[in-house]
């Protein structure tokens, strides 16, 4: 592995305070927090005693010292750990960052202990019930020395040295988990490409497993709005990794980019793996892990809400003690009999079905059916147009869109994998950003969409109204640079089409591209009368994933133009099933 293509910059500054949360100070030392102890008045007292060990130095392979927190049960019972690998913080569960959008979205702050990571365990319910909380700071973060790498084989190489070192302790059993939302899930599929010996399971609850095709170029185009203010996480006295200036640099998937994709194939540690069809960010990312991990004992669940509130659910931390109770206690307690996937079907009518076993995802029944475009009539046909036709629209005025909608005559579930095959042409310009949506619509025709978190507020509803994807969900979305419209043929299946983003092939006048564009995963529930409507774009349909980041404006010209029938069929594949 090599650093000579990346590019690193001065960190963020680092200053321990309020700010970056009640136990940022460096206080190396343990002490035993009392049960009802409570870090502060608005965070939940702990259930038990807790020994916490603060600031605690282990050093990595290469001789780099990094810093973690340990919260522990007392006694002397030897027990597993969960490690949470983010750059966030230790502290992070009292920061205000933290605690404001918990407030925001609706997630009761009161319900945590505030020990937590943001996005991690909860040392309140898992030391409880017998577990022991790993918090670190990775390299480059807060007093960790060297310097810090976003998402690669670095990260996977640090925490593996990490979980061998935690599991001699004294008081551990020996066996180590991780669990974590967002980037605490990704980091596990890279740790666990590393194959640690005592590495026993792990939990990823949503996120990427692509930097490239996830993050900082969706569909071949520069979206790094939310890759900037992901970095300003990295603060500390040495370097960052700057990976939007990589983006910029390396517009083409190369070996840097390669880097940065887990090695599926080496992951074969136990798996419970959470997804949902509505997180714009992390949904395809989970799935095509899921898929390509090569674990034999992997498990998913598909909620129909938001990773935080589905994270902190009692229920739901239940579950996954459940599966930790098996695989680092040993414990015969039947998890194994857990269908291998649940998946839901979302109504938007307030009215969706969770929890839906099946051996597979699609699950069994599901047929991948064609609905032609007619450019004439503006809509989905089960045959194609015989003659040819074509719908046009300006790249730079409003709408700049075209739709086709096609209706249910009886009830009818899409659960899988869309995708868009479309024949699409150019006029005054050499390539196009092109945004698909695939939207559910009632018998009235009006759009339906679904907040995915428990806040309802006015604030929510204008956040959310052009940006904050991941809060509100609106269909299946999908996007294409025209001019990346390569197909990897080892990677891509019928279902799945797979760009290879390594080689940039511009428009000729007069030239009509065959391009696929894979959508993001669903489960929808059409009821008899309502219908399905696709939405073809220059403009970004969905804006930013989260409140307040900017996101790629495409910079189209011209005149585009979507053909259909005849010789140049565009279809949209769905993947249904008759209920």
Not at 46 to 68: A, H, S
Not at 347 to 362: E, K, N, Q, S, W
Not at 395 to 400: K, N, Q, V
Request: proline share 7%.
């Amino acid at each position: 592995m090599s650093d000579f293509e990346k590019v690193f910059v001065p960190s963020y500054p680092y200053e321990a305070g309020p700010v970056r949360g009640l136990l940022s100070p460096y206080e190396p030392g343990t002490r035993t927090l009392p049960a009802g102890f409570r870090i502060g008045p608005r965070f939940l007292p702990l259930p038990v005693e807790v020994v916490f060990e603060k600031d605690v130095p282990v050093t990595l392979r290469d001789g780099v010292t990094i810093y973690t927190d340990v919260f522990r049960p007392t006694g002397s019972d030897r027990v597993p750990v969960i490690v949470a690998w983010s750059p966030y913080g230790k502290s992070g569960g009292t920061a205000p960052s933290t605690t404001s959008l918990f407030d925001m979205i609706g997630v009761d702050n009161g319900a945590l202990s505030g020990l937590a990571k943001f996005e991690g365990p909860d040392p309140a319910f898992w030391c409880a019930n017998g577990y022991a909380i790993c918090n670190p700071d990775p390299r480059g973060v807060a007093e960790s020395g060297g310097d810090s790498h976003l998402w690669d084989r670095q990260e996977g190489l640090d925490c593996h040295d990490l979980v061998e070192w935690l599991a001699e302790q004294e008081w551990c059993n020996g066996k180590v988990g991780m669990s974590g939302t967002s980037y605490l899930a990704v980091s596990q599929w890279f740790t666990a490409a590393e194959q640690p010996p005592h590495l026993a399971a792990i939990n990823p609850w949503e996120g990427i497993s692509d930097v490239y095709r996830d993050l900082v170029l969706r569909g071949g185009m520069p979206d790094t709005g939310f890759t900037e203010r992901l970095q300003h996480n990295f603060v500390g006295a040495n370097r960052r990794e700057d990976v939007v200036a990589e983006a910029e640099q390396h517009p083409l998937f190369d070996e840097l980019w390669e880097e940065k994709v887990p090695r599926f194939d080496r992951i074969t540690v136990p798996a419970y793996i959470v997804a949902s069809y509505s997180n714009t960010l992390h949904t395809q990312g989970t799935f095509r892990a899921w898929r390509r991990i090569a674990s034999e004992e992997k498990w998913l669940r598909i909620h129909a809400t938001q990773e935080w509130p589905d994270y902190y659910d009692e229920a739901h931390r239940e579950e996954l003690r459940r599966f930790f109770d098996h695989y680092l206690k040993g414990e015969d307690n039947g998890w194994e009999q857990t269908p291998r996937v649940r998946y839901a079907t979302l109504d938007l009518h307030g009215v969706d079905r969770v929890g839906r076993p099946a051996d597979t995802f699609p699950p069994d029944g599901v047929e991948n059916t064609r609905f032609y475009l007619d450019a004439a009539s503006r809509t989905l046909r089960r045959e194609a147009p015989s003659s040819g036709s074509s719908a046009r629209y300006s790249a730079r005025m409003l709408p700049g869109q075209v739709s086709f909608v096609v209706g249910f005559d009886e009830e009818t579930e899409m659960v899988g994998y869309p995708k868009a095959h479309l024949w699409v042409e150019a006029e005054g310009a050499d390539d196009m950003d092109l945004f698909v949506l695939v939207q559910k619509l009632d018998a009235n025709g009006t759009p339906l969409q679904q907040f995915t978190v428990p806040a309802r507020s006015a604030l929510l509803q204008d956040a959310t109204e052009r940006s904050a994807s991941v809060l509100r969900y609106k269909g299946s979305d999908g996007r294409l640079r025209v001019s990346a419209r390569h197909l990897d043929d080892d990677l891509s299946t019928d279902e799945i089409p797979v760009h290879s983003f390594d080689r940039i092939e511009k428009l000729a006048a007069g030239d009509v591209a065959e391009i696929q564009i894979d959508l993001a995963p669903v489960g929808l529930v059409f009821h008899r009368g309502e219908q399905l409507r696709l939405v073809i774009s220059a403009h970004n349909l969905l804006g930013a994933i989260m409140p307040g980041v900017p996101f790629h404006e495409p910079q189209n010209a011209g005149t585009h133009i979507v053909h259909t029938g005849g010789t140049r069929a565009s279809y949209l594949q769905l993947p249904l099933r008759t209920a």
